[in-house]
């Protein structure tokens, strides 16, 4: 299980109040030709500014194989 949050801007050194975070869970498997990871992640916004449109929930999905970095 993880959580991945971040903070974007539309200009240099400057965030939008807004948080993107992704709550999810994911599984690794070693095997002898190499390692398959398998994530699942709900996109997510934490508004802190009421200006802000809602954004569209939607479920992501990766799949890698290969060694990580």
């Known amino acids: 299980m993880f959580i991945d949050a971040a903070m974007a801007g539309r200009s240099s050194l400057r965030f939008d109040p807004d948080v993107y975070y992704a709550p999810g869970f994911g599984s690794r498997w ?8 398998l994530t699942f992640a709900r996109s997510l916004i934490w508004r802190r500014d009421p200006a802000t449109a809602p ?3 939607h479920w992501q999905f990766f799949f890698s194989y290969g060694r990580e970095f």
């Open 30 to 37: 070693a095997t002898f030709i190499g390692a398959f990871r």
């Open 55 to 57: 954004g569209r929930r």
